[in-house]
């Protein structure tokens, strides 16, 4: 007699198929990280040159709009706050404009960095806003409010991941495996909350700060496609040659959409 297959049966299949899974991805991911840190790295300092450089903002800058935080009384008492689509320093640079060689070192390997890069979660909005991150580096995610946050992250050429921090103080790691720029993370509980992140295979990138400036320290001889990424205002490249030990400087300009 057959007997029928139960759907306890079925659903604890399904677990421990999902356990060896997740199993089996993190165990591929701890690999290829430990291949990456053993890479040596190819940039002889002897000719290593820079990119660096300032990224302005023409026009009228828009006025930041105010966040209602009344959904989560503990938010709102952080005090008032302000979007960061579009950050303008007082001699018109231009902030949080994410600046990377999109183009330009062919095939060659890296060593990833061990050490975390942190997004930290406080006074209910991300810090920093927009950040880099090697593919195979880890993100340290940690909170600093005494509220629940919810982790939404939303790339495209990377795994998807959605997970709740409802205890300051206590992190949760995850590390991307291929080149994206950008993925944005949200949060589902406060809807408000954004920030972006690069995810590269080299170490040459930046994000400006308020003055609008940017450096690109370290690169060999060659010629590059160097892209500024902002979430409002687009892209816009440029190519820059750079001899060995040479300093180059750029500029970007962008414009009120």
Not at 30 to 35: K, P, S, Y
Not at 73 to 79: A, D, F, L, M
Not at 96 to 125: E, S
Not at 225 to 243: F, P, S
């Amino acid at each position: 007699m057959v007997r029928p297959f139960k759907k306890s049966t079925a659903a604890a299949v399904l677990a421990l198929a999902l356990g060896v899974s997740a199993c089996g991805s993190t165990q591929q991911e701890a690999a290829r990280a430990a291949d990456a840190a053993a890479v040596t790295d190819p940039v002889d300092p002897a000719t290593a040159g820079s990119v660096t450089g300032r990224i302005s903002f023409e026009g009228a800058v828009p006025r930041p709009t105010p966040i209602k935080m009344a959904s989560d009384p503990i938010c709102e008492k952080q005090g008032a706050a302000v979007t960061e689509t579009i950050v303008v320093g007082a001699d018109g640079g231009l902030k949080n404009v994410f600046v990377y060689v999109k183009d330009g070192l062919g095939n060659v390997r890296f060593p990833v960095p061990a050490a975390p890069v942190v997004l930290d979660q406080k006074g209910c909005r991300y810090v920093p806003h927009v950040f880099g991150v090697r593919a195979g580096q880890p993100i340290e995610i940690i909170s600093s409010d005494p509220t629940l946050h919810n982790i939404h992250a939303i790339p495209q050429a990377n795994r998807e991941f959605n997970t709740g921090q409802p205890v300051p103080g206590v992190p949760h790691r995850h590390t991307f495996s291929t080149n994206e720029v950008m993925v944005p993370f949200t949060c589902d509980v406060h809807r408000w909350m954004s920030a972006y992140v690069g995810v590269l295979d080299h170490p040459f990138y930046s994000v400006t700060s308020e003055a609008g400036d940017f450096e690109l320290r370290g690169l060999p001889p060659g010629t590059y496609t160097i892209e500024a990424w902002h979430e409002k205002l687009g892209t816009q490249t440029q190519t820059v040659t750079i001899a060995g030990k040479e300093a180059r400087t750029v500029q970007f300009s962008f414009k009120a959409t």
